[in-house]
């Protein structure tokens, strides 16, 4: 049987678990789904593990982790648990947010997490009407603007996310993301460093002459600031022929990179393509449950 290649997709670890943040990990449960990892799978570099894919030599169990975006807590909460066990990991930076900027996203659960009232009146900007009663419909609120925002233009969106936060009253952090030291310390400690753009746009929202500047200029930024080449790349968002399409795709080749990520959930195998390598969110709070989903892609 050809054996593949799980590639893991994170985004933030946090500090506690947080119901308008589902999708991320708290510290206590990443470190239980890293023990999982380090005790029963073959943990890799995503550049090794492409290599290994594409040459025959790839270990049973072989698992790749990657975190998109370039977040601070990835350095203060992540990196620690993975030194301790001695695993590789790869981090795709988005060279725009680093050194004091923040992702819209962001902005955007902060700012529907703070706004008064149980109905939130959205529609000076645009983004209608929803209730607020709880959590958990607050959760579905920001799903709703997020999903609303997306496909949004990067200035527009930047300048709704902000709008909200002006609406909510709150004031908005400034260590959010890595900055350049830490991107450098993590470089140099052999963190594979990979690019993510430079601004987060959605590829087949802009033109073709901004997509090859957000493709090419991330990766020019963080070979300048790390002092090593840059060869792995993550599509924002990644869902191909939604977010991105061939001509992205070739414009990612022609840029130098070797290999690149999207979201397009499965298991890399001998035939994919190393320009769009599928990966998938490991979700499951229970260590027996988050070691299930992985045996269960047989690989």
């Not at 959590?135 to 300048?159: C, M, P, W, Y």
Request: with cysteine.
């Amino acid at each position: 049987m050809q054996r593949g290649l799980i590639i893991l997709a994170y985004h933030r670890v946090l500090s506690a678990p947080d119901s308008l943040r589902p999708g991320d990990p708290s510290r206590e449960s990443f470190a239980r789904q890293m023990s999982v990892l380090a005790r029963f799978f073959n943990v890799l570099p995503l550049s090794e593990g492409v290599s290994r894919l594409q040459d025959g030599s790839l270990p049973s169990r072989a698992v790749s982790i990657t975190f998109d975006d370039g977040y601070a807590d990835n350095y203060t909460l992540a990196w620690p648990v993975l030194r301790k066990l001695g695993l590789p990991w790869t981090i795709f930076v988005t060279t725009g947010y680093l050194d004091g900027g923040r992702m819209w996203n962001d902005t955007v659960i902060e700012a529907i997490e703070h706004l008064p009232g149980t109905e939130l009146d959205l529609s000076d900007l645009g983004l209608g009407v929803h209730p607020a009663n709880d959590a958990q419909q607050r959760a579905h609120t920001i799903g709703n603007v997020l999903t609303r925002l997306k496909h949004v233009e990067s200035d527009s969106r930047e300048e709704l996310a902000i709008a909200l936060a002006e609406k909510a009253g709150i004031g908005l952090s400034s260590n959010l993301m890595l900055s350049s030291s830490q991107l450098v310390e993590l470089a140099r400690s052999g963190v594979e460093i990979g690019a993510h753009t430079v601004k987060h746009p959605i590829l087949k929202v802009v033109g073709a002459d901004v997509a090859r500047r957000e493709i090419t200029d991330s990766k020019d930024q963080l070979e300048k600031i790390i002092g090593e080449p840059v060869r792995a790349f993550a599509y924002p968002n990644g869902r191909p022929g939604q977010d991105y399409d061939d001509s992205h795709v070739e414009l990612v080749r022609d840029a130098g990179f070797t290999c690149a990520v999207s979201t397009r959930p499965g298991v890399a195998s001998h035939s994919s393509d190393v320009l769009q390598l599928p990966r998938f969110g490991p979700w499951d709070e229970s260590r027996i449950r988050f070691a299930l989903r992985l045996f269960l892609q047989r690989i």
